[in-house]
């Protein structure tokens, strides 16, 4: 009979994690030396060794999947997850931040793409800051910035999701840049910040000229490329759909998953 809790192979688990064997290699390499040693039993207790704890963790952020699912795949307790995750999560924040760049280390020269998202979570009643009047929903802001040809470079830490955009890339320091340096591309949200933006109607104006209709045309055509970047980035599904776990642990989730995919695409 084939054993349900056998290693499995790093190749199989590709559309599981989203992650390519070799870099699960790596990650294991990398935090693998913190983690439990090995699979053992405690008492009644199955403790999961370092290789499952990366794929269960792993998983968990690529599919947002329930903990009780998990604990009857790996045939422990849904607390046993929990803990898994926990910890798993918070060595990923801490050791794989470095993958993540910086917005002081973005190369100036270069025109890119901005903008911002919400990454969704329960209404948590002690945290009305995260109430986004934008999206009508409660999460954390984050900003992103990809190249033109639609490369991802860039993704800020989390912010209250009441934060406007434009308030989110100053305080992230993303407009400190030198003299000479590229213009970058944004939508409506970022005007006045010295990017490139659509042109907003004037007070009681009914309607833009044609001139400035097709020109926002043309920029909101040229932004298409970080729209996709950002629905790329959330086929992490826990940036897309509500974060349940505690809320104090939510921007930590939310770096470990910055930080794995810079370091899968890397």
């Avoid at 940036?239 to 776990?245: G, Q, V």
Wanted: contains cysteine.
């Amino acid at each position: 009979m084939e054993n349900a809790f056998a290693r499995p192979q790093p190749s199989s688990r590709y559309y599981t994690t989203g992650m390519p064997g070799p870099k699960i290699t790596e990650l294991m390499k990398t935090i693998g030396p913190r983690l439990p040693k090995k699979t053992s039993w405690h008492g009644r207790r199955r403790v999961l060794g370092p290789y499952n704890s990366i794929i269960v963790t792993l998983t968990y952020l690529r599919r947002n999947v329930v903990q009780h699912q998990l604990a009857e795949e790996y045939g422990v307790s849904q607390p046993t997850i929990s803990r898994v995750i926990s910890s798993v999560t918070a060595l990923i924040a801490e050791l794989m931040i470095d993958w993540a760049p910086a917005a002081d280390e973005l190369d100036t020269r270069s025109t890119l793409l901005v903008d911002g998202t919400l990454v969704p979570c329960w209404s948590w009643k002690r945290h009305p800051e995260d109430y986004s009047g934008k999206h009508h929903t409660t999460g954390l802001n984050l900003q992103v910035a990809c190249t033109m040809a639609g490369d991802l470079v860039w993704v800020s830490d989390p912010l209250p999701g009441k934060t406007h955009d434009a308030e989110a890339i100053r305080r992230h320091g993303f407009l400190d840049k030198p003299a000479g340096s590229a213009m970058d591309i944004a939508d409506k949200g970022y005007q006045g910040l010295g990017m490139i933006t659509p042109i907003k109607k004037t007070p009681g104006q009914e309607e833009l000229p044609a001139d400035d209709r097709e020109y926002n045309q043309q920029v909101n055509s040229l932004r298409a490329p970080v729209e996709r970047c950002i629905a790329n980035l959330k086929t992490w599904r826990i940036l897309f759909t509500d974060y349940r776990r505690p809320h104090d642990t939510h921007p930590q989730t939310i770096t470990a998953v910055i930080a794995l995919e810079f370091f899968k695409l890397s």
